[in-house]
């Protein structure tokens, strides 16, 4: 029989989707790949159904120590369900909590898009020059990258350091004016969590270089890292012409 698997958490139902077929019986509201995904939706990432995700009877539910609450986590425990606990801050522990998550998901081997994401990221050469940035994750109120996070650490691979990596919060509340005085070489908007757009985000800084980035490639670590340098790196070149 194969593992009743929950996800909680975007990136990793792709991964298990396309590496354990048969596994994932629930996902969350913001699961939105594979494209063709058909499970029953639980809620969001912060806000899961815990009732919902009990009637699923699931063997093992996948979560991530940033996305998803502890109170939820240790209800899910109390209940009786194992809860397998993510925690990546960079692109080798991705990896390593990739293979960990679909080893206990049931997959039957090593898929082959680990492997050549691996391949990518190791044969990544070292750039040229570096890049500062700042990047915002939300507006209204402003929030940016901080400490110790997965898309810092893809950035930095790419050759790009962006300003907060040293502040004391991992997503720290930065006022907009101040943003602006960073006067970083570009700012990186990516589309997920907030969903910055051509008409939604450079406009609040004028002069300065933005761009926008697939938030799927920039902080999902499943499928699309093996995609993530290619199409990241091709949108910076094109704002920092």
Not at 205 to 230: D, E, K, N
Request: charged share 25%; aromatic share 6%.
């Amino acid at each position: 029989m194969p593992v009743r698997v929950v996800s909680l958490v975007p990136s990793l139902t792709e991964a298990v989707a396309v590496s354990a077929p048969g596994a994932l019986v629930g996902a969350t509201d913001w699961c939105s790949h594979p494209a063709d995904l058909d499970v029953p939706r639980i809620g969001g990432t912060k806000n899961p159904e815990l009732d919902r995700i009990l009637a699923l009877a699931p063997d093992l539910v996948v979560a991530n120590e940033e996305e998803n609450r502890e109170p939820d986590l240790a209800a899910l425990r109390a209940a009786g369900v194992e809860v397998l606990v993510t925690v990546v801050c960079d692109v080798p522990q991705a990896f390593a909590e990739l293979a960990r998550v679909l080893e206990a998901c049931g997959a039957k081997s090593r898929p082959r898009w680990l492997d050549e994401a691996e391949a990518v990221w190791s044969a990544l050469p070292q750039p040229e020059h570096r890049t500062t940035a700042v990047v915002p994750i939300w507006r209204r109120p402003w929030m940016v990258l901080g400490r110790d996070t997965f898309a810092g650490d893809v950035l930095s691979r790419l050759g790009v350091d962006h300003l907060y990596a040293s502040h004391a919060e991992r997503y720290p509340r930065i006022p907009l004016d101040e943003l602006r005085a960073a006067a970083p070489d570009v700012v990186v908007l990516p589309d997920e969590p907030y969903r910055f757009t051509a008409d939604d985000g450079p406009e609040a800084f004028p002069g300065l270089r933005c761009a926008l980035v697939s938030g799927r490639h920039l902080t999902w670590y499943g499928p699309s890292l093996a995609q993530a340098p290619r199409v990241l790196g091709e949108a910076l070149r094109a704002a920092l012409r």
